[in-house]
């Protein structure tokens, strides 16, 4: 018969591994918490046309990297390939911008998909925790989500990564540049490809990884140099709170994003430990997006953190998470009436809101305290028929091997207090 395999770009998350992705997860939404930020869960799948419009007729990610389908009934759906254009369609479907109190600021975190060439770290399955602030422009809410994710990071234990900076300038001033740029880059010697760039998007070939194009490309002309007075002074805002903030940033006139939506400030984190795909996350303010998909002006900012690269960020600094175990408690019961009344104190146990397992299957006593230790429990509770009607249950620190009767009818209280 055939077995099965996890398709390709994809892999499964399993204990004891899957516990570090939870946890990056939580470390990630916390902060965003703490400033304002509520839930949002969207469905995995959109129409096409949201992300066509939205991430852009011309980028990979639409061209070359989604996940379509034809349903049943007719309707071209995509897999999402990022968040930001379903949290932006969701809340203008659901007004939460006309609720009044603008910034409407979102988190969310869950499965996107993109049909990328496989690698360490680039996956065609993939897991972002990602905060879109609706509806404000205001330097301080750049700020304020950058610093968010420095935080993030932070809490982590994560030092090796850094922050590069750009300004994208807006609808008055990229224009222009857009002009100067390709004026400057059809006066170069490319390739088909590339030249055909040139014409649809020619902010991506600044972007180019290829040593021959890259040394053509010194003397291009720079956005940070065609900003407009009021890109200017918006993003010198941006930096000055960053840096009131206590946070490095790396001015990286070159970074484009590999979406189309942004304007003005836009930013990525990448970790030096983690060769060619080093974006850990990326994000910036997206003011033309609502307009874009249907939506009234409303200029927003936004990020998403890669979670898996967060987690393989962490194994390269040699970083490990404090989790608590799993289990606290492993119950061993020896006979038939123990284990009757074992379980009740395993469910007593779990109720008092102690981590608590239980040796199932009628193990021997040996096999029973190797699942106990395996568990990663700290305290193990054995008890036989003997220690039943003496009215106790033996409690055994698995970490010093010192072993006591505790009775009964104590034993939930005991073992809460010492859990704590
Ligand atoms: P993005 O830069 O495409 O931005 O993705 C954000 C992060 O998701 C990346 O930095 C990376 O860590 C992770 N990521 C992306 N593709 C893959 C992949 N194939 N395998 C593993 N990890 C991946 C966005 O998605 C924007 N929606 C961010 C944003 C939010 N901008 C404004 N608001």
Redesign the pocket.
Same mark, same amino acid.
């Given at each position: 018969m055939t077995t099965f395999q996890a398709p390709k770009g994809t892999y499964d998350l399993i204990p004891p591994e899957s516990a570090t992705y939870l946890a990056v997860r939580e470390a990630i939404s916390a902060p965003l918490q703490r400033a304002g930020y509520g839930y949002i869960e969207t469905p995995g799948f959109e129409s096409v046309e949201l992300f066509s419009r939205g991430v852009g007729e011309s980028t990979d990610?639409v061209t070359k990297e989604m996940y379509t389908l034809t349903t049943k009934g007719g309707d071209e759906l995509a897999l999402r390939p990022?968040?930001?254009a379903s949290v932006l369609r969701a809340a203008l479907e659901n007004n939460l911008h006309r609720v009044g109190n603008l910034p409407v600021k979102l988190w969310y975190s869950g499965s996107?998909y993109?049909y990328?060439r496989p690698q360490a770290?680039?996956?065609?399955h993939?897991s972002?925790v990602?905060a879109?602030a609706i509806g404000a422009e205001d330097p301080a809410l750049d700020a304020e989500l950058i610093i968010l994710a420095v935080d993030a990071y932070r809490s982590l234990g994560l030092r090796d990564f850094r922050l590069l900076l750009n300004s994208l300038g807006d609808k008055e001033c990229r224009p222009v540049y857009r002009a100067a740029l390709q004026d400057f880059l059809r006066g170069l010697e490319l390739d088909e490809d590339t030249r055909a760039r040139i014409e649809i998007n020619p902010l991506r070939v600044l972007d180019d990884k290829r040593e021959a194009v890259q040394k053509q490309l010194a003397g291009a002309p720079m956005m940070r140099d065609h900003l407009c007075e009021a890109c200017k002074a918006y993003h010198e805002q941006v930096r000055d709170l960053l840096s009131a903030a206590g946070v490095a940033y790396e001015d990286d006139p070159k970074l484009v994003? /590999?979406?189309d939506y942004y304007t003005r400030t836009t930013f990525?984190?990448v970790h030096d430990g983690l060769g060619s795909?080093s $974006?850990? &996350?990326? /994000?910036?303010r997206?003011d033309g997006l609502s307009e874009m998909i249907g939506g009234p002006a409303l200029p927003s900012?936004?990020? $998403?953190? &890669?979670v898996?690269?967060t987690v393989l960020a962490l194994k390269a600094e040699g970083v490990e998470l404090e989790l608590p175990s799993a289990t606290q408690v492993f119950a061993v019961p020896l006979g038939e009436e123990a284990r009757r009344a074992l379980f009740g104190v395993v469910t007593e146990l779990r109720r008092a809101g102690v981590a608590t397992d239980f040796a199932y299957g009628g193990k021997g006593l040996k096999n029973a305290m190797k699942s106990a230790n395996r568990s990663g429990a700290r305290y193990a509770l054995v008890a036989g028929e003997r220690d039943l009607a003496e009215g106790v249950v033996q409690l055994k620190d698995l970490e010093t091997g010192e072993q006591s009767p505790v009775a009964l009818d104590r034993i939930v209280e005991e073992l809460r207090a010492k859990a704590r």
């Open positions: 990610i990022e968040g930001t996107y993109r990328e770290g680039r996956y065609r993939f972002q990602g879109e994003r /590999g979406l990525e984190f795909q $974006a850990v &996350g990326g /994000g910036g997206y900012v936004g990020w $998403a953190l &890669g898996d690269r």
